[in-house]
């Protein structure tokens, strides 16, 4: 049986948690097996920089990890805490989506199956509590 890959990425919502911003996104696996996963920010901005590193492009045509403008693209936004994060998940929706339109050996890759497996304490949701909001779009 081959390795399992993510087919459909939902970032839904942004909470807080031990003082830390973090995205709710709800994997789709291509066993059907759906996984709801916690990430920073910067988790993300991490996850991308290893993907860059992984498959390099000489020039920037031949580049096949897309451009991660989400930070860019929400700063235009409110600038106080909980609507600025808000503003994250469109942009990071779309980083999403884009990952997910790449070359499969991108999408399937070790980098981003990694990136995308639930934590442990995913796995067990009394665990895993927010001490602040919680927002779906």
Known sequence: MSQRYPISIRVTGV???????????????????????????EDFKKMHKLLKKAFPGVKKSERIVPKFHVAKKAKAGQKNGSAKSLNYLKPLQKYCNQLLSCDPQVNQSVHLIQFLHPKNEELQPRVLQATGM????
């Open 134 to 137: 919680f927002v779906l779009h």
């Open 15 to 41: 909470m807080e948690k031990d003082k830390k911003k973090m995205y709710i996104a709800s994997v789709l696996w291509s066993d059907e097996e759906d996984v709801v996963i916690y990430r920073t920010l």
